[in-house]
């Protein structure tokens, strides 16, 4: 008598994916029981086992996944979602370079076809042209507005605009250069709250005045080869900036600072005196602004 028939590991596998009706096709290998006057013969076969309907729901839940997805991708990939999000003074462009009492000093500078991230506006801001370029400006959420005209403060050597509407509502926007040339300011912040009258403003002004606001007193001044002038002490922080190509030297006791080139600047505290000298053989240029 010959010996039981046993199965085949494949075959134990087929039989344990038939009794769990798996949704799936196997190779099975189907053994014939064996005989005296015969070898063992092998038929290759295929189970098909009906899919479940859950699987079908799956699958369309799936496509919708995969579409919201596509458009949430879609979203992230356009312009105004592109960039974070960042205060003025933290965009890499606009370089922190002082940290007064209640006001900052920011040095822009952005290359030609360059773009700035989006940045956040919330405090009034006085701007000393130093670089001049056309520049576009865009809203966050908004489209380009357009390259401007060349006209304006902004786009004069030395020009200056206060910008006093941020204090009022903020503005999120990026800025790029379309021009061929850099473009670069000094950016004077005020986050004081400002003076209604003539009180917080410097009791002694330098230069003849060409501004004055809340937040801002902005005069300008010629210093001549060789001359020496004083700048009185005031209850205001003043920033000097040279807007023009030059030397000037600021002494105070036996303390001196240089302005040796375009865009460079000095800060005189509150309660400070200097003493201003042109050692040049040429004229130069310096604008004065009071942070009230």
Known sequence: MPPPHKKSFAAEQLAL???KKSPW????????????????????????????KFLGR???????????????VGMVASPAYSQTIVPVHEEPRHHFVYDGDGFCVLDVQIAPGDTTLFHTHDAPVAYVAIDTSLVDTQPLGGEWRGTPSSDGPLRMLGGVVCNLDYAR???????????????????????????????????ATIGD?????????????????GQVIVWDSSDRP???????????????????AELSARGSFFVQEAGEEHELRNPASTSLKLVFVAVR
């Open 238 to 256: 003043v920033v000097a900036v040279l807007v023009t190509e030059g030397r000037v030297v600021a002494a105070r006791h036996k303390k001196t």
């Open 209 to 225: 005045v060409e501004a004055e606001n809340p937040w801002f007193r902005v005069s300008r001044l010629t210093l001549n080869p």
């Open 17 to 19: 994916r038939q009794q």
């Open 169 to 203: 509502e903020s503005l999120t926007h990026r800025v790029k250069t379309v021009g061929t040339n850099p473009f670069r300011l000094i950016a004077i912040i005020n986050y004081g709250f400002g003076a209604a009258d003539s009180t917080g403003l410097p009791q």
């Open 25 to 52: 096709l196997y190779p099975a290998r189907t053994m014939q029981p064996a005989r005296a006057d015969s070898f063992t013969q092998i038929k290759q076969t295929h189970v098909r086992i009906q899919q479940p």
């Open 58 to 72: 799956f699958r369309e839940t799936l496509r919708m996944a995969l579409f919201i997805l596509a458009i949430l």
